[in-house]
């Protein structure tokens, strides 16, 4: 009887373990959204992120192994092939390139305003301003992130250029890592990943 009671309680005992390192680790204070020309430029319910661990997103496609992670977030999009009235730039293999508005992608981290019952925008990734809390790195070859200076870089790209998606439309699942290294202005603090599903 001894036996069969130690038995079973290093059942639940490892069962606890197992349930206890499977939670998913989540910004207590901020929600992510994932925003972009085939949409609405506003964090809402309906392009919340969801948040995964760095081996679901490796799964997904996007390996962040050496990477000092924090959170990872991600979003499933069918991002349309129809026209946008404006037009985006992008620098491919060295050339610039124009792309349908429809494919510029940001991420808003947002926090839910309890008194007006919406979310209110914290910061745009990547964030222009000069308080911005890290950089922004491309984890997949599709995305082209601009150059993160006041002045125009030798292509004609700084800070008020959006990011690029050069695979055009399709269903994707974008992957937004946030580092450990946020609190400064000059390192990379979070990476933005975009997978093609169809």
């Known amino acids: 009887m001894k036996k069969l009671f130690t038995l079973a309680l290093s059942a639940l005992m ?4 197992a349930s206890c390192g499977s939670k998913v680790p989540e910004d207590p204070d901020h929600s992510f959204h994932a925003v972009g020309g085939w949409g609405v430029w506003e964090a809402t319910e309906a392009n919340k992120m969801t948040a995964i ?3 679901e997103s490796k799964q997904l496609g996007v390996d962040l192994t050496g990477k000092d992670v924090k959170y990872v977030y991600k979003y499933e999009v069918n991002i349309p092939a129809e026209d946008q009235s404006w037009t985006a730039k992008a620098l491919v293999d060295g050339a610039v ?3 349908n508005g429809k494919y510029t992608i940001k991420c808003i981290i947002a926090h839910f305003d309890k008194e007006e019952e919406t979310y209110a925008n914290d910061h745009w990734l990547p964030n222009p301003a000069d308080t911005d809390p890290g950089h922004v790195e491309a984890l997949t ?3 082209f992130f601009p150059t993160y200076q006041k002045e125009p870089d030798e292509h004609g790209f700084a800070w008020d250029q959006n990011p690029v998606l050069t695979d055009g439309g399709s269903k994707y699942t974008f ?3 946030q580092y450990n290294a946020v609190s400064s202005a000059t390192v990379v603090g979070y990476g933005f990943g975009a997978v093609k599903l169809a």
């Open 175 to 177: 992957i937004v890592a």
């Open 14 to 17: 490892v069962l606890g373990a």
């Open 97 to 99: 390139k124009e792309f």
């Open 53 to 55: 661990t760095a081996d």
């Open 141 to 143: 070859s599709n995305l």
